[in-house]
């Protein structure tokens, strides 16, 4: 078994700064893709950033140029650098990971989310 605990979150004025991390534990062989997701209240959850082992990157055209993803992979972490934050980006944030067991299992997990607030 795996799990991701996310940490990081909290209130913030708009145009500040938040780092996120997730961590993965467990039954870890590798661990491919890793991805920030968000959902808003009334919203559907949506993909903020992706990350692959090598560290190539995608992001939503919402926060490209704002958040950066980034991953320590002797760590199984992976975090998420978001400035010039605005209200808009008031959501749960949630960690999801590709991650293949020592069975060879590839898998996906998610965390239990962290709330990120931001106020005008």
């Known amino acids: 078994q795996v799990q991701l605990v996310e940490s990081g979150g909290g209130l913030v004025q708009a145009g500040g700064s938040l780092r996120l991390s997730c961590a993965a534990s467990?039954?870890?062989?590798?661990?491919?893709?890793m991805h920030w997701y968000r959902q808003a209240p009334g919203k559907q959850r949506g993909l903020v950033a992706t990350?692959?082992?090598?560290?190539?990157?995608n992001y939503a055209d919402s926060v490209k140029g704002r958040f950066t993803i980034s991953r320590d992979n002797a760590k199984n972490t992976v975090f998420l650098q978001m400035d010039s934050l605005t209200p808009e980006d008031t959501a749960v944030y949630y960690c999801?990971?590709?991650?293949?067991?020592?069975?060879?299992?590839?898998?996906?997990?998610w965390g239990q989310g962290t709330q990120v607030t931001v106020s005008a």
């Open positions: 990350i692959t082992y090598d560290a190539r990157t």
């Open positions: 467990g039954s870890i062989f590798s661990i491919n893709l």
């Open positions: 999801n990971a590709d991650v293949r067991s020592y069975d060879r299992v590839l898998r996906n997990y």
